[in-house]
């Protein structure tokens, strides 16, 4: 059984960092890409950043490029999302999501297995 468990949100000040985990278990980690999503009430969940397996491949929201930085510790069947420079707008819960594919993907449809999700609150 597939158990995605995300970890690190939390309330921070605009400008302020946070780095969210994804522990994962009950698949071989290092053989797919993965991904983090975020939702806000009232919207659908939208895509922030994917990973190849390796992480050698990276894809990113055109509203977070340049301040989040995906990774992956295949060694510790871990993925991260460095946050940087948030703004109350990544105000959301977010998601990690695994596919069933190596290549990293931006679409919902695309992904497997989904976390619980995580709360992020940026105060102004």
């Known amino acids: 059984q597939v158990q995605l468990v995300e970890s690190g949100g939390g309330l921070v000040q605009a400008g302020g960092s946070l780095r969210l985990s994804c522990a994962t278990s009950?698949?071989?980690?290092?053989?797919?890409?993965m991904g983090w999503f975020r939702q806000t009430p009232g919207k659908e969940r939208e895509f922030v950043a994917s990973i190849s397996w390796s992480g050698a491949g990276t894809a990113y929201a055109d509203s977070v490029k340049g301040r989040f930085t995906i990774s992956r510790d295949n060694a510790k069947n871990t993925l991260y999302l460095q946050m940087d420079s948030l703004k109350p707008e990544d105000t959301a819960v977010y998601y990690c999501?695994?596919?069933?594919?190596?290549?990293?993907?931006?679409?919902?449809?695309?992904?497997?297995?989904w976390g619980q999700g995580t709360q992020v609150t940026v105060s102004s």
């Open positions: 999501a695994q596919r069933l594919s190596g290549s990293y993907a931006s679409q919902m449809y695309q992904y497997s297995y």
């Open positions: 009950g698949r071989t980690f290092s053989s797919y890409a």
